[in-house]
């Protein structure tokens, strides 16, 4: 099985205009995320004037417990004839950082009114920004929830390949429980880096906050992608119609002329409440349409990265 | 217009299927996905929205598509009057001219006329028309001609009778001419009073659906009449001299005021009594007269009042015979008892209405003008007589006789062969005698052990039997100690029974005559029938009908006919307007229709002198009542039929039958162009996005 395919010729022929392959419309015509992933971040990097900076260290910085996924080379065996434990020995500047992306599996993210439904989208995003997290040498982990975390890739340098395997596996549906997911992840994750989270934030503002707030607690880094269709913003429906809630089935009637006023409204105050509550907590919020192209994402992202100035 | 397949129609309960979508589809055929509810949830929702149909246009559309379907399916069919022009067509006019009594109202006949000759001369070129005059019976006076002058010519002919009306006569002779003219478009007119009573009969009469009926009415708005309802006349016997006491029933209808009238009574044509009377609106008024000396022999009269608008219903005729005595010949067996018949013979002396004689005779004896002059022998428990008497008595049975068989002890024991046991030896005329027993005697059946016998089993309905019927307990509590076994032979009916379903009276016709056969005891000594109350009217009873007085009537109305004494050789008849008739003879007998109300006379031979009988005749009182019936109840109750069993002449031709059929086409042309805006319609403005604005597919399934 080869590991790049295009879908079309004209994949090929873009590439002199790398720019192109931010639109998600083009995106969706490439089935391979590492392909999409090294497209979007050679494109998106393409005319970026200042490189990135990387930092290296080669001090002892301390033992921690072993985890799996971590390298057996760097187990201390010493101090494992010592106590019998595994140990793993950890450096100053082994990475530059260690970055979890959490994106949301549930059903409300399999809508799409477009090319490209939310989930699918948010793959396209999670892979470009674990290509250029790699790029810049930080570790980049990967967990997907629905009601539960469903798949977990461990944060390390070596472990994209993984990770984009792991993300193109990865199923939508069912109800999402984004507070659960979020505060398992936290306790998860022993070292603080930066957690991003791509979602379509289907829960109460403060709840979310909350959860985020215990991941800053924490010492975390947080970037919040907030994924909205724009037939979630517009409500462009006129017709009687009966609605199904794509995570739980449920239906109901509705007369949507009457009421796209009172439902946009409620969706403003929802995405105000959310701005407010998120910047209260020191996360960094990004709404993001899915018919825009991934550079105002990428860049919301670099602009954090960089403006990381710790490394552990 | 019909449908060639009907059963196609039941489709249109599919109609059903595109309401219950349209109520439904939101729910079960496409429901819009959307991420959450969670914001849809919080306002107000309107559900009831759910259950109406938000989109009327487009369902009639679909509901209007399918219904056109179904009737093509159903293949419609015009009728013949629908498809074919009627004015490519000949037409067939029965002309039905009601010429009862009641139409001699005023001025109604005249009317009539008009209105008849109206609708002649509404007959077109190729047109044929029939005239049918009609009362109780119709007859065609002129078949279908499309000769418009005779078919004018033959109401020449007609003229109003005292008869009734009976308009179901009248259809069926137009059914009949119309038979003829299949190929017409038939046309039927009533020109009639439309008197109510006529209508009876019609309610179950067939008439072809095609044939179009109408009615013009002539009857008087004013229908105001006074008539002789009813005479009744009784004997009153003096001892030097008989009575006859008459008396009369007026009755009027709807008069506009109580009108004063003379009454008069006329007996063989002299004036025998008059009243004045008022006759009030609408009700009966009674009118006696003074009885006067009863006329020697037979005596005939009418009663009428001073004439109205309606003169044929103020008088009624009547006849009676002068003398209505009945002679019976008792023959009694030579060992009778002296006191054996004293309970019959006293018990029909009783009474003088017919008043009964009773000659004792012997069995030889039944012969000559004796024999001639009675109306009735009894035989008492003695066997039919032998040789010229017994084939005399055959003969005068035969010819009208009356013949009761009183059977006792004597005829059961002579057992198996009964009455004519001894007459099967006794010559070439016995045979005819002994068949008028009508049944055979095995023995006797002896009730002392248990008290006597009753009679089980009456039938009451049997003229023999009228006295009892709201009294049946008179005959049952009658007992019976002796009687006859006895085996009704064939043609014989057994009219009562005893309690061991042993016959006890038999019935049989013989010709014109009548044999009655007797087993319950009439003595003392077998029985106690004699002891009891039912006795006397039973013997009354017995005597009248047997000797066919049963049911003397002092008129009979039109319509029906007379039957002749079989006695004249020579019958001539006189009828009421004078003329002589003289019936032709058959295996029956003499027949006199009776057209028209009076009084008809009956000789032998020349007609002069005496007549041999006489009989009043009367138009049916219910002409009298001129009620009309509404113009629509007329045909209420017949049975429409279709053409189909006409004539060959109704078959379609194939381009008849085409034209009639081809709706079916362009009807489903029609849907089909339904369908198709339908579909415009459907995926057109709001209705196409709504169905376009559907969730992509999910995440991974290319």
């Known amino acids: 099985m080869p590991l790049y395919r295009f879908r079309s010729r004209r994949c090929s022929g873009m590439a002199s205009a790398p720019a192109a392959f931010l639109d998600p419309a083009m995106l969706a015509r490439i089935s391979d995320l590492a392909l999409l992933a090294r497209t979007v971040v050679d494109g998106f990097m393409h005319g970026q004037h200042r490189s990135i900076r990387k930092g290296s260290s080669s001090d002892f910085a301390e033992h921690r417990s072993y985890q799996p996924g971590d390298d057996l080379r760097r187990i201390d065996w010493r101090v494992f004839g010592r106590t019998d434990r595994f140990y793993v020995k950890e450096y100053e500047a082994d990475t530059n950082a260690s970055v979890t992306f959490i994106l949301d599996a549930s059903g409300s993210m399999d809508f799409g009114s477009g090319p490209l439904t939310k989930f699918r989208y948010g793959q396209f995003l999670v892979a470009s920004l674990a290509w250029l997290s790699q790029k810049q040498g930080d570790r980049v982990g990967l967990a997907t929830f629905s009601k539960d975390l469903t798949d977990i890739v461990p944060a390390s340098t070596r472990h994209l390949q993984l990770l984009l395997h792991t993300l193109s596996r990865a199923k939508v549906g069912g109800p999402s429980q984004l507070v659960r997911a979020v505060d398992k992840i936290s306790h998860l994750t022993t070292r603080s880096g930066i957690i991003v989270l791509v979602t379509d934030c289907y829960d109460s503002a403060d709840s979310v906050a909350n959860s985020i707030g215990s991941l800053r607690m924490r010492g975390h880094d947080v970037i919040v992608f907030h994924l909205i269709d724009t037939a979630e913003r517009d409500f462009p429906y006129s017709a009687a119609t009966t609605f199904e809630d794509a995570e739980t089935g449920a239906r109901l009637p509705l007369r949507p002329e009457d009421l796209r006023g009172k439902y946009q409204k409620l969706l403003g105050d929802h995405h105000a409440a959310l701005t407010r509550r998120l910047a209260n907590t020191g996360a960094d919020y990004v709404r993001v349409y899915t018919d825009q192209p991934l550079d105002r994402a990428l860049h919301e992202y670099l602009d954090r990265r960089l403006a990381r100035s710790r490394v552990r | ?702």
């Open chain 2, 1 to 702: 217009m019909g449908f060639l397949f009907p059963a196609f129609l039941a489709a249109m309960a599919a109609l059903s299927v595109p309401i219950v979508l349209h109520l439904r589809h939101r729910d079960k055929d496409r429901p819009q996905r959307f991420p959450s509810l969670m914001f849809l949830e919080q306002l107000p929702i309107r559900t009831a929205q759910r259950r109406r149909v938000t989109d009327l246009p487009l369902l009639l559309l679909r509901a209007l598509a399918l219904a056109l379907i179904v009737f093509a399916f159903a293949r419609p069919v015009f009728s013949k009057e629908e498809s074919v022009k009627k004015t490519e067509r000949v037409r067939a006019v029965v002309v039905l001219l009601d010429r009862s009594m009641s139409m001699g109202y005023k001025d109604v006949w005249k009317t009539a006329l008009d209105s008849a000759r109206a609708v002649i001369n509404t007959i077109g070129t190729g047109d044929r028309v029939s005239v049918v005059v009609f009362d109780e019976e119709a007859e065609i006076i002129q078949a279908l001609t499309n000769d418009k002058a005779a078919a004018l010519s033959s109401l020449s002919s007609a003229k109003p009778v005292s008869r009734g009306t009976h308009f179901a006569a009248a259809l069926r002779a137009a059914r009949q001419v119309l038979v003829a003219a299949p190929e017409a478009t038939s046309e039927v007119v009533f020109i009639t009073d439309l008197q109510r009573s006529g209508v009876a009969g019609v309610a179950g009469l067939d008439l072809p659906s095609s044939i179009n009926v109408r009615s013009i009415s002539v009857g008087s708005k004013e229908r105001g009449n006074s008539a002789v309802a009813n005479v009744e006349v009784r004997r009153i016997v003096e001892p030097t001299r008989t009575m006859v006491g008459v008396q009369a029933r007026v009755s009027s209808r709807e008069l506009t005021a109580e009108r004063k009238a003379k009454v008069t009574l006329m007996l063989n044509g002299r004036p025998s009594g008059t009243r004045d009377v008022t006759i009030p609106v609408s009700g009966d008024v009674p009118v006696s007269f003074e009885p006067v000396l009863l006329p020697s022999g037979r005596v005939s009269g009418y009663v009428s009042i001073d004439n109205d608008a309606l003169a044929v219903d103020d008088t009624l005729h009547f006849a009676l015979a002068g003398d209505d005595g009945v002679d019976v010949l008792l023959v009694i067996p030579g060992d009778a008892l002296r006191d054996e018949t004293l309970y019959f013979e006293r018990a029909l002396a009783v009474g003088q209405a017919p008043s009964i004689r009773i000659e004792e005779v012997r069995g030889d004896q039944l012969e000559g003008p004796k024999l001639q002059k009675a109306a009735l022998v009894v035989l008492w428990d003695s066997p039919t007589p032998t040789g010229r008497a017994g084939a005399a008595l055959a003969d005068w049975v035969t010819r009208g006789g009356g013949l009761a068989v009183v059977a006792g002890r004597r005829l059961a024991a002579r057992g198996n062969g009964g009455v004519g046991a001894r007459s099967n030896d006794s010559g070439s005329a016995a045979p005819a005698a002994t068949r008028l027993v009508p049944a055979k005697f095995v023995g006797a059946a002896d009730r002392l052990a248990d008290r006597g016998g009753t009679l089980g089993d009456v039938r009451l309905d049997h003229p023999l039997f009228a006295p009892f019927r709201d009294a049946s307990a008179a005959l049952s509590a009658v007992r019976f100690l002796r009687y006859p076994r006895m085996e009704a032979t064939a043609g014989a009916e057994v009219i009562a029974r005893f309690d061991d379903g042993l016959p006890a009276v038999i019935d049989r016709r013989e010709g014109t005559g009548k044999v009655l056969l007797v087993g319950m005891p009439l003595d003392a000594a077998s029985g106690d029938f004699p002891l009891q109350p039912a006795f006397l009217p039973f013997l009354k009873r017995m005597v009248l009908y047997t000797a066919g007085r049963d049911a003397p009537r002092l008129w009979r109305t039109t319509g029906q006919s007379w039957l002749l004494p079989a006695s004249l050789k020579e019958p001539a008849v006189t009828i009421p307007d004078g003329s002589i008739v003289r019936p032709p003879r058959d295996t029956v007998g003499s027949t006199v229709a009776l057209n028209a109300a009076g009084v008809y006379s009956v000789y032998d031979g020349k007609v002069q002198g005496e007549p041999k009988d006489l009989l009043a005749v009367n138009a049916p009182a219910t002409e009298s009542d001129l009620t009309p019936v509404d113009a629509k109840e007329l045909l209420i109750g017949v049975r429409q039929t279709n053409d189909s069993t006409a004539s060959a002449g109704d078959v379609p031709t194939r381009v008849e039958t085409e034209s009639r059929q081809r709706l079916w086409r362009l009807l489903l042309i029609a849907a089909v162009l339904l369908l198709f805006a339908e579909t415009v319609f459907a995926n057109r403005g709001w209705r196409g996005t709504a169905t376009r604005m559907k969730a992509v597919l999910p995440a991974g399934s290319e």
